[in-house]
């Protein structure tokens, strides 16, 4: 069985950082890609971030790109996302996601298991 364990979240002031972290287990993690994804309430899940297999290609959205950092620890089954100058719009809940193959997708329909969700809140 599949699982992916989210951690992190947290309130934080405007400008400031959080790490975030997806434990995962029951699978392969290495051999596929993955992503954060997050959604704020009333709105629809939206693409954050998504790092291939091996980490050497990584992709951000617009939103989050020069501020979000995508990482991965293949020996430990673990997935990071470093958040700095957070704004607060970033608020929203972030989903880690693994992915049905080995590249990059910012597809929601490309990933076939997902975590339960940590919430992040940037006060202004």
């Known amino acids: 069985q599949v699982q992916l364990v989210e951690s992190g979240g947290g309130l934080v002031q405007a400008g400031g950082s959080l790490r975030l972290s997806c434990a995962a287990s029951?699978?392969?993690?290495?051999?596929?890609?993955m992503a954060w994804f997050r959604q704020a309430p009333g709105k629809e899940r939206e693409f954050v971030a998504t790092i291939s297999w091996s980490g050497g290609v990584t992709r951000y959205a617009d939103s989050v790109k020069g501020r979000f950092t995508i990482s991965r620890d293949n020996a430990k089954n673990t997935l990071y996302l470093q958040m700095n100058c957070l704004k607060p719009e970033d608020t929203a809940a972030y989903y880690c996601?693994?992915?049905?193959?080995?590249?990059?997708?910012?597809?929601?329909?490309?990933?076939?298991?997902w975590g339960q969700g940590t919430q992040v809140t940037v006060s202004s």
């Open positions: 996601a693994s992915g049905s193959g080995a590249g990059v997708t910012t597809l929601t329909y490309d990933y076939d298991y």
């Open positions: 029951g699978r392969a993690f290495s051999r596929y890609a």
